[in-house]
């Protein structure tokens, strides 16, 4: 068996594990073990669809590949799952089907729960949408609205049109400890965030995040060199939110048409 890159760190020089076997690792017994699972975990990856300057993007199903990922390897998480209603837009000429997951009101919550175990202790969670945290070990949640500046849902017919999303901020625990965020955000600032979404032509996902406004909260809640998480990453707005902050990223998508959106995007040093 090869032990490469930080499992051999953690292995005495010389030391062939298999042969010894891991009893004879004495003290180290344990890190050793843990470390063994993850190379082999980590040996079940799927190679990334896009891996580039430390921004690694996996083609596939999120609740098969978060555990495949390293414990507390990651440093905030930044997600938008597909909405739980199937919808579609009504107005659009060429339409977009219903999008992969929407029909699945429990899946964020789900994925979420997977992701705690990648996410460092007391680190910030960014998920779109409003949800259900019973059970669920996080703490100090705050609801951010995401404030368009548009009329919203086209399918949304009644008098008032509307125009923000929410966003439930998150905090990671410690087992047993409801989650304080190690992490301040950068600022203390008002919950509302402005940012135009993205228009008409230039739309290429029905569910496109404005790149803005994905930089905001990574710059606010992560420090440069630290790896964001996104599991629903569609054509990859915050792998390139995090690249022009300087962060690393992993992203999680299941669709393939959309990785190859976000491959090009990332390519392309897309804004
Ligand atoms: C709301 S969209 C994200 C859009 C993204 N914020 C962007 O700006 O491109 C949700 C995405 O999650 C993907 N998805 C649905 N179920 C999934 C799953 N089980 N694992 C990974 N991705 C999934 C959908 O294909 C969709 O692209």
Known sequence: M?????????????????????????AQDAIAEEACDAAERRAGLPRPYYEDGGIALYHGDCREILPLLKRQSCHLVVTDPPYGVAWRSGYRKVKFEVMKGDTDPGLAVEATKLALRVLAERRHLYVFGRYDWDGVNVGRSAELIWDKNAMGLSHDRGAWSR?????????????????????????????VLRFGRVNGAAVRHPAEKPVGLLRELIESSSRMGETVLDYFAGIGSTLVAARLEGRRAIGIEIEERWCEMAAERLRAGDE
């Open 2 to 26: 090869r032990l490469s890159g930080w499992l051999s760190e953690r292995v005495p020089r010389g030391v062939n594990v298999p042969e010894a076997g891991m009893a004879a690792l004495g």
């Open 163 to 191: 125009s923000h999303e929410y966003i439930t901020f998150l905090c990671s625990a410690r087992p047993g400890e409801k989650g304080r965020g190690g992490t301040p955000a950068r600022l203390r600032r008002g919950t």
